[in-house]
């Protein structure tokens, strides 16, 4: 049975860095499209940032590109957001989710896999 667990998130101040992760069980994130998403509360969830792991294309939404970077590591079968410049609007729920076909996308509803989310707080 597949399963994805984020982790790595936590209480950072203003211009702080995390990196989350994304640990995948039961398959193989190549060849996986591996999206970061993100809800507040009172808000939908939004795309954060995608990557296709056979092309290694990426996308980021516009208010985190330069900051955020996402990452896939093959051999832990992990996917990585690392996260700098971090700013009271990045606080969220963080969520990890994979599609078995590329490209990847930034909408939850192309998404059958999720983790369970890991809290980011941004705060001083």
């Known amino acids: 049975q597949y399963q994805l667990v984020e982790s790595g998130g936590g209480l950072v101040k203003p211009g702080g860095s995390l990196r989350l992760s994304c640990a995948a069980s039961?398959?193989?994130?190549?060849?996986?499209?591996i999206g970061w998403f993100r809800q507040a509360p009172g808000k939908e969830r939004e795309g954060v940032s995608c990557?296709?792991?056979?092309?290694?294309?990426?996308t980021y939404e516009d208010s985190v590109k330069a900051r955020f970077t996402i990452s896939t590591d093959n051999a832990k079968n992990t996917a990585y957001l690392q996260m700098n410049n971090l700013k009271s609007e990045d606080t969220a729920v963080y969520y990890c989710?994979?599609?078995?076909?590329?490209?990847?996308?930034?909408?939850?509803?192309?998404?059958?896999?999720w983790g369970q989310g890991t809290q980011v707080t941004v705060s001083s």
């Open positions: 990557i296709w792991t056979r092309g290694g294309v990426t």
């Open positions: 039961g398959f193989t994130l190549n060849n996986y499209a």
């Open positions: 989710a994979a599609r078995a076909l590329g490209p990847c996308f930034m909408t939850p509803g192309a998404y059958s896999r």
